[in-house]
């Protein structure tokens, strides 16, 4: 399928944190073109009904697909959580979250059985974690914390603010725990924080780059992964402010490309 190949691969999260599964799968798969939706009119997902999320997440894949893309990445685990896998039933390319991948990666690296994830509201009242971990026999913990996205959006990640609220978050945490699961995409740059806090011994699994490495076997597998030699690259569509985007997605090491703002109104128009 050489011509389905060399078609981008669609991207989508509520605002910026799916910036750390683009830069996760540039990394991977420097040859792909990649098309990023942050939906930043309507962020954050984490604390809104699932059935609002599922809409916003079948709204913005429709967007993506008539702009040609040849598979998509839910790079948010809250949509993840809502709308798979009955959205990945419903449309014609392959489709990706980032929640399987990262219990495989869990599952593979703990050492005890027993492992904690922290996410949004809506992700760790989903359970989708959880339930997966717990049906491969681990024993769970999951905590929500809220006050993570807008630390790591102000670019505090590495201060002592930073370092007492993950202490809060996780003062109550199960001393047998030995590895944990960053559910939100927004998390890995508070990697090191996390790593303080919870010491050496704990294992971080980072979803984002799970799932690159999944996007990656799955394209080669279908024959979709893009010819080598193929100029790879990042384009930005926004809902919101696009230099408010372009301002918070700075701290996250983007963006890369160019960023336009688009209408999920009505029918998403059609753009080379």
């Known amino acids: 399928m050489p011509a389905l190949a060399t078609k981008p691969?669609?991207?989508?999260?509520?605002?910026?944190?799916?910036?750390?599964?683009?830069n996760a799968l540039r990394r991977t798969l420097p040859h792909e073109s990649l098309l990023y939706l942050g939906d930043t009119a309507r962020v954050p997902y984490g604390s809104k009904p699932?059935?609002?999320?599922?809409?916003?997440?079948?709204?913005?894949?429709?967007?993506?697909?008539?702009?040609?893309?040849?598979?998509?990445?839910?790079?948010?685990?809250?949509?993840?959580?809502?709308?798979?896998p009955a959205l990945a039933d419903e449309l014609p390319v392959p489709v990706w979250g980032v929640i399987e991948p990262g219990v495989h990666a869990a599952l593979a690296?703990?050492?005890?059985?027993?492992?904690?994830?922290?996410?949004?509201?809506?992700t760790i009242h989903a359970r989708v974690y959880q339930d997966r971990l717990e049906a491969a026999g681990a024993a769970t913990w999951g905590k929500a914390c809220?006050?993570?996205?807008?630390?790591?959006?102000?670019?505090?990640?590495?201060?002592?603010i930073a370092e007492m609220i993950a202490e809060y978050y996780l003062q109550e945490r199960p001393t047998e725990i030995d590895t944990v699961i960053l559910?939100?995409?927004?998390?890995?740059?508070?990697?090191?924080?996390?790593?303080?806090?919870?010491g050496e011994a704990v294992t971080l699994v980072d979803s984002a780059e799970s799932t690159a490495a999944v996007v990656a076997r799955d394209l080669q597998a279908l024959g979709l992964a893009a010819?080598?030699?193929?100029?790879?690259?990042?384009?930005?569509?926004?809902?919101?402010?696009?230099?408010?985007?372009?301002?918070?997605?700075?701290?996250?090491?983007?963006?890369?490309?160019?960023?336009?703002?688009?209408?999920?109104?009505?029918?998403?128009?059609?753009?080379?």
């Open 9 to 22: 691969l669609g991207v989508f999260d509520s605002g910026v944190g799916g910036l750390t599964v683009v």
């Open 50 to 84: 699932l059935e609002m999320v599922r809409s916003f997440a079948r709204q913005i894949s429709e967007a993506l697909l008539q702009r040609d893309v040849k598979g998509i990445v839910i790079a948010c685990n809250t949509a993840s959580a809502a709308s798979l």
């Open 109 to 122: 690296a703990t050492r005890g059985g027993r492992v904690g994830v922290l996410g949004t509201v809506g």
């Open 146 to 160: 809220p006050l993570f996205v807008p630390i790591v959006e102000e670019g505090i990640s590495d201060t002592r």
């Open 183 to 198: 559910g939100c995409t927004h998390y890995p740059p508070l990697a090191h924080t996390l790593q303080k806090v919870l």
């Open 227 to 272: 010819p080598p030699g193929s100029r790879g690259g990042v384009r930005h569509l926004v809902t919101g402010d696009v230099a408010s985007y372009l301002h918070t997605a700075s701290v996250l090491g983007g963006p890369e490309g160019p960023a336009e703002h688009v209408s999920l109104a009505g029918p998403a128009p059609v753009s080379g």
